[in-house]
Nanobody
């Protein structure tokens, strides 16, 4: 049984930082690319980043995110990370990680290209 568990969310002031973690069990972690998504109230879930199986290639959906967020992974720990710096109020959302059914990302794939999802971790940025 595959389990995906996010952690690291919280309340932070604008300009602050958070590191989200995503630990996966029940599969061979380095066989899969990992994605990060977010969903703000009243909005659709959107892709934030995708990192390939090795961790050597990462994609970001928006340049504004790429300049502030960094995706990484530690395959020995079956864990993916999203380091978020210079947080803005617009970053407030529930953040999810997901397992893609492939080793590579080829951009930031849509939600239907992911096989397993966590339940999310809330990030709230106050002004």
């Amino acid at each position: 049984q595959v389990q995906v568990v996010e952690s690291g969310g919280g309340l932070v002031q604008a300009g602050g930082s958070l590191m989200l973690s995503c630990t996966v069990s029940g599969l061979t972690f380095d066989d899969y690319a990992m994605g990060w998504f977010r969903q703000a109230p009243g909005k659709e879930r959107e892709g934030v980043s995708c990192i390939n199986w090795s961790g050597k290639v990462a994609y970001y959906r928006y340049s504004a995110v790429e300049n502030r967020f960094t995706a990484s992974r530690d395959n020995a720990k079956n864990t993916a990370y999203l380091q978020m710096n210079k947080l803005e109020t617009e970053d407030t959302a529930m953040y999810y990680c997901a397992v893609r059914g492939r080793t590579a990302c080829n951009g930031v794939p849509a939600t239907d290209e992911y096989s397993y999802w966590g339940e999310g971790t809330q990030v709230t940025v106050s002004s």
